[in-house]
């Protein structure tokens, strides 16, 4: 079982830039891998996906031109690059991940099996 572990999180004011990155202790080359978040009182929201070969990537309308999903297949590691940030991003992320056999499925968080511990992001002013 593939076992996930995020980092990058922490603290940035509104217009800075983070960078989250998910290592994999195994290779994650055939898995669709993804971010969700999970704001305070909040559903789990899916923010980006990308798929196995990291051709294709869907975004989440709130967060679409200011974060940037991309992976690094011969690192197993999952990256999220978010620029711009906005109050309302303040939450809890989860890198998460799926084997379709190199293929990605629907972007919701039930059909993702593998999921990491979380790192929390804090905007503020």
């Known amino acids: 079982q593939v076992q996930l572990v995020e980092s990058g999180g922490g603290s940035a004011q509104v217009g800075g830039s983070l960078r989250l990155s998910c290592a994999s202790s195994?290779?994650?080359?055939?898995?669709?891998m993804a971010w969700f978040r999970q704001g305070s009182g909040k559903k789990r929201e899916g923010v980006a996906r990308i798929n196995p070969d990291g051709v294709s990537t869907v975004y989440a309308d709130s967060v679409k031109g200011r974060f940037t999903i991309s992976r690094d297949n011969d690192k197993n590691t999952l990256y999220l690059d978010m620029n711009n940030l906005k109050r309302e991003d303040t939450g809890m992320y989860y890198c998460a991940a799926v084997d379709l056999g190199g293929q990605c499925g629907p972007f919701a968080s039930q059909f993702f099996h593998e999921w990491g511990q979380g790192t929390q992001v804090t905007v503020s002013s």
């Open positions: 195994l290779s994650t080359r055939m898995y669709c």
